[in-house]
């Protein structure tokens, strides 16, 4: 049987990114080309003929946002009959977390800005990014129980009241805080350092304290789990 088809495939980037005072922020981009022309929108676009998925939405992350990142992963498929108003787009979406410190977001080709905004304060979004957004909001909760991406957004060096911060900013959720200290230092992955952190408002500083990757990635090739349920 003969089939005929008039699919178009997109990609787009959902880049997460986090500092105590602001919580969970997402990178997007304003739209200067219809559809949704002024709205804000995920980074992304059509993948050409002569790429891979991964490599369009490097380029798309690039062209439209001035951001270079490494690795993303691939968070789902989203294809409704209806998403696009100009025909029938799968987009297939890419998800990271990065430091907005560490990203100057710098609007370019169909963009005309482009900006790192919070969770808590999203604007109106082209297309169905909210729907996207939302979903790898549930992706990054799920995944950091069982995997310590949490640390990629903190600095190399943190207190350990930062980490409490992060887990219960992306949770949603009050943590009992003695116990998650325990079980954090039971993983042996994350070490207290003989360094201060800048003195504060709240009273006398505590120590530092830095993730140990190496030894994070030597357990895991032993068969460590990292098991995060706080």
């Not at 990114?17 to 676009?45: C, D, M, N, Q, T």
């Not at 995997?147 to 887990?167: M, Q, T």
């Amino acid at each position: 049987m003969k089939i005929k088809q008039e699919i178009y495939i997109t990609v787009d980037a959902v880049l997460f990114g986090y500092s105590r005072e602001s919580g969970i922020s997402v990178l997007l981009i304003k739209r200067k080309i219809e559809p949704f022309i002024h709205k804000w929108a995920l980074p992304g676009g059509f993948v050409q003929d002569n790429e891979s998925l991964e490599d369009a939405v490097m380029r798309e992350l690039n062209e439209e946002a001035g951001v270079k990142i490494n690795y993303l992963e691939q968070l789902y498929t989203f294809g409704k009959p209806d998403r696009d108003p100009r025909a029938r787009v799968v987009s297939v979406v890419y998800f990271g977390l990065v430091k907005p410190d560490s990203y100057k977001p710098l609007a370019s080709t169909d963009a005309e800005d482009a900006a790192w905004f919070s969770m808590d304060h999203l604007p109106k979004l082209a297309f169905d990014h909210k729907s996207i957004i939302l979903t790898a909001l549930e992706r990054l909760r799920g995944k950091i129980t069982y995997e310590p991406i949490g640390f990629d957004l903190l600095p190399a060096k943190f207190p350990f009241s930062d980490l409490e911060k992060l887990y219960i900013t992306v949770l949603g959720r009050e943590l009992d805080r003695r116990n998650f200290k325990k079980k954090v230092m039971n993983l042996g992955i994350v070490e207290e350092l003989d360094e201060k952190a800048p003195v504060n408002s709240a009273g006398r500083p505590g120590n530092l304290y830095k993730f140990n990757r190496d030894k994070y990635q030597k357990l895991k090739r032993d068969g460590f789990s990292f098991e995060m349920n706080a």
